[in-house]
């Protein structure tokens, strides 16, 4: 199940027309009122209702159900109370759940939306975006050549919007591609981009 934002609310870490994986999913069986739990960019987890979004996906087929009362309630498979207890604990354990959160949240876009929902999404929330990496491991996970080659030439021109996180995530998804395009952004990135040591060694290996 995924949202997608109507406006950017900077209060609640929410993007105009991003695309938000749902955690959890309630709805009051008496009522119909629903809810849904997100993971927002202040990297968060709240509960939010569709007075500012829309709901771009609704498969619940990873979703373990369980009934509270007068509620359905809808968890993501893996997730449960000491998921979060763990990750509100400020020690090693808390950045491990957090990445196997991220994971989860890939998982559900990937498996939910297109390569082309996805791609639209990056192109139109840019590159800055708090959470593009998210959008992009989706991308990468079932992309072709073609995709692949599509995604390089658009970033060409974006080589200065691009951090050294998401250029990392970039050279590490396209160094498989022997191809024209991916070469030219290669060479883009070597030569105007401010990289890490590692992202350099692997465009210099990549180029040999």
């Not at 993501?76 to 991220?102: A, H, M, P, W």
């Amino acid at each position: 199940m995924i949202l997608r934002s109507k406006r950017n609310i900077e209060r609640e870490g929410i993007s105009a027309n991003k695309l938000y994986p749902v955690i959890e999913y309630e709805k009051n069986i008496q009522s119909g009122a629903e809810r849904y739990k997100i993971y927002d960019d202040c990297r968060s987890v709240s509960w939010k209702t569709l007075r500012n979004f829309s709901v771009e996906s609704d498969i619940l087929d990873n979703y373990t159900k369980k009934r509270n009362d007068d509620t359905d309630s809808y968890s993501y498979i893996g997730i449960d109370e000491d998921f979060y207890t763990q990750l509100y604990l400020e020690n090693e354990k808390s950045g491990c759940v957090r990445e196997e959160l991220e994971k989860k949240l890939i998982d559900i876009l990937s498996s939910e939306l297109s390569v082309e929902n996805i791609i639209d999404n990056i192109y139109e929330l840019g590159l800055k975006n708090e959470g593009i990496d998210m959008l992009l491991f989706a991308f990468f996970k079932k992309a072709t050549k073609q995709d692949i080659i599509n995604l390089s030439i658009y970033l060409y021109e974006r080589i200065t919007e691009m951090n050294s996180y998401i250029l990392e995530i970039i050279v590490n998804n396209m160094k498989l591609y022997k191809e024209s395009d991916v070469e030219n952004l290669f060479v883009e990135i070597y030569m105007n981009a401010s990289c890490t040591e590692d992202v350099l060694n692997l465009i210099n290996n990549y180029l040999d």
